[in-house]
């Protein structure tokens, strides 16, 4: 069972990479209204159709991968 999820977005604009780790424990308490934003566009767990149940069933996995067209970088995992 994973004991977090983490996001890594690249901004290709100033050149910088942020990461944020999100406990479980967190996402248990919290899950709805917890949104990546992916070049102005929000998106959450249930746009992916996914659940914290479902994350944690799956064990560690890629979630998203995301590049936009100027060179945005999101990857979600679950670890």
Known sequence: MPDAVHVMAFDSKDGRI????IPFWLLRLKMRGTTI???GRSMDLEDL???VEDLERFGSILI???KSPDGERVL???Q
């Open 18 to 21: 942020v990461n944020v780790t």
């Open 64 to 66: 998203l991968d995301h």
């Open 49 to 51: 159709r996914l659940t």
């Open 37 to 39: 934003d992916l070049n």
């Open 76 to 78: 979600v995992w679950s």
